[in-house]
């Protein structure tokens, strides 16, 4: 079974354009939220997660993965540093895995987890150029603005996890850098109230809205894994990870660490996640994929890419098939493997 790839019709080239321009904005349901205060905030996130949070600071953040004591995967999520405590951001329905994974570990520290993802509205602005696109959209700003360590512009140009407090349309929008590669991409968060504005402010300044579909290509070119669909309970951290950041081998000891320890000491994974390039024709997740007739992997999120005009893919792959290029073959056609994110110029 495959995904038909959509025509060239007029919207089609609209989103193009917005790619090539850096103006794409889409909305995205769902996404977890949790804001983790107490003294005990950093002690007990740093003993718990996979990522060092003992540098960061205030408008600072990273990936980071809550692991059992197996070192299979529990949770992905985004950690972001506030003045005071610390806000989790994670893909859509990982409330409950997550607050059930972190009230069980709790025991005497002071600590509160507070699930606001129902409070709040999430958007992505992505695109060839969009840091310096954004720059111009937010345009110049109050100094009442700041409400963060960093200053509001500037993490436009910042590393992947930056992010800062800005008053837009009259209302406060969280914004944060995704990640950083071919394409900019960032995400806008703010109060449900104050979403339309938000959306009507950007668009009277230019921003193109594009349908989810786009933003889920651009997703896998950066090779951003989703928990539920390219990452499962049966994964290990390391089989997944999509940043060094995200599970450190120097930290002291936290959940998981020990199987992560004996896997960055021997250096044999099995699998692990990658890219695929794709003609015309998209393979619906969960297609295998053959190399010299025998399955070496399958796919766990396809979208057809508008800007690049063929259908990219993430996939679960065994070891015989991690060389870029290697040609693997599904039902209906061919993937070539790519490393992520994906780096070359088309």
Same mark, same amino acid.
């Given at each position: 079974?495959?995904?038909?790839?959509?025509?060239?019709?007029?919207?089609?080239?609209?989103?193009?354009?917005?790619?090539?321009?850096?103006?794409?904005?889409?909305?995205?349901?769902?996404?977890? +939220?949790?804001?983790?205060?107490? $003294?005990?905030?950093?002690? *007990?996130?740093? %003993?718990?997660? /996979?990522?060092? #949070? @003992?540098? =960061?600071?205030?408008?600072?953040?990273?990936?980071?993965?809550?692991?059992?004591?197996?070192?299979?995967?529990?949770?992905?999520?985004?950690?972001?540093?506030?003045?005071?405590?610390?806000?989790?951001?994670?893909?859509?329905?990982?409330?409950?895995?997550?607050?059930?994974?972190?009230?069980?570990?709790?025991?005497?520290?002071?600590?509160?987890? +507070?699930?606001?993802?129902?409070? $709040?509205?999430?958007?992505? *602005?992505?695109? %060839?150029?969009? /840091?310096?696109? #954004? @720059?111009? =959209?937010?345009?110049?700003?109050?100094?009442?603005?700041?409400?963060?360590?960093?200053?509001?512009?500037?993490?436009?140009?910042?590393?992947?996890?930056?992010?800062?407090?800005?008053?837009?349309?009259?209302?406060?929008?969280?914004?944060?850098?995704?990640?950083?590669?071919?394409?900019?991409?960032?995400?806008?968060?703010?109060?449900?109230?104050?979403?339309?504005?938000?959306?009507?402010?950007?668009?009277?300044?230019?921003?193109?809205?594009?349908?989810?579909?786009?933003?889920?290509?651009?997703?896998?070119?950066?090779?951003?894994?989703?928990?539920?669909?390219?990452?499962?309970?049966?994964?290990?951290?390391?089989?997944?990870?999509?940043?060094?950041?995200?599970?450190?081998?120097?930290?002291?000891?936290?959940?998981?660490?020990?199987?992560?320890?004996?896997?960055?000491?021997?250096?044999?994974?099995?699998?692990?996640?990658?890219?695929?390039?794709?003609?015309?024709?998209?393979?619906?997740?969960?297609?295998?994929?053959?190399?010299?007739?025998?399955?070496?992997?399958?796919?766990?999120?396809?979208?057809?890419?508008?800007?690049?005009?063929?259908?990219?893919?993430?996939?679960?792959?065994?070891?015989?098939?991690?060389?870029?290029?290697?040609?693997?073959?599904?039902?209906?056609?061919?993937?070539?493997?790519?490393?992520?994110?994906?780096?070359?110029?088309?």
């Amino acid at each position: 079974m495959s995904i038909p790839s959509p025509s060239c019709d007029r919207d089609s080239q609209a989103h193009v354009a917005a790619v090539a321009e850096g103006r794409c904005l889409v909305e995205l349901s769902s996404q977890t +939220e949790i804001t983790v205060g107490g $003294r005990d905030a950093q002690e *007990f996130l740093q %003993r718990l997660c /996979a990522a060092d #949070l @003992r540098p =960061l600071k205030p408008g600072e953040g990273l990936p980071a993965f809550f692991l059992d004591a197996r070192g299979r995967a529990v949770a992905l999520v985004d950690i972001y540093r506030l003045s005071e405590g610390f806000e989790i951001a994670s893909a859509p329905g990982q409330s409950e895995a997550v607050l059930d994974h972190l009230e069980r570990y709790r025991i005497r520290e002071k600590v509160t987890f +507070e699930d606001v993802s129902e409070r $709040r509205r999430h958007f992505r *602005f992505f695109g %060839r150029g969009a /840091a310096e696109r #954004l @720059r111009a =959209l937010l345009g110049p700003l109050p100094d009442k603005a700041a409400r963060s360590h960093t200053e509001p512009l500037d993490i436009i140009a910042s590393r992947s996890g930056d992010h800062a407090v800005l008053c837009v349309a009259d209302g406060p929008i969280t914004l944060r850098c995704i990640r950083r590669g071919r394409l900019d991409a960032f995400a806008l968060v703010c109060d449900s109230e104050d979403a339309d504005n938000l959306r009507r402010h950007l668009a009277g300044q230019g921003a193109v809205t594009v349908p989810p579909p786009v933003w889920e290509a651009v997703r896998i070119e950066l090779g951003l894994p989703e928990f539920g669909r390219d990452i499962s309970p049966d994964c290990l951290g390391p089989e997944v990870s999509p940043d060094p950041r995200a599970i450190s081998t120097t930290k002291g000891c936290y959940l998981g660490q020990e199987t992560v320890a004996r896997l960055d000491a021997h250096g044999h994974l099995n699998r692990k996640l990658g890219g695929l390039r794709l003609g015309s024709a998209v393979p619906a997740e969960g297609t295998e994929l053959l190399l010299r007739a025998k399955p070496v992997g399958r796919i766990t999120s396809a979208a057809y890419s508008p800007h690049r005009r063929e259908g990219l893919a993430l996939a679960m792959l065994r070891r015989e098939a991690w060389e870029p290029g290697t040609v693997l073959t599904w039902q209906n056609g061919e993937a070539v493997v790519t490393d992520l994110p994906f780096t070359d110029t088309r």
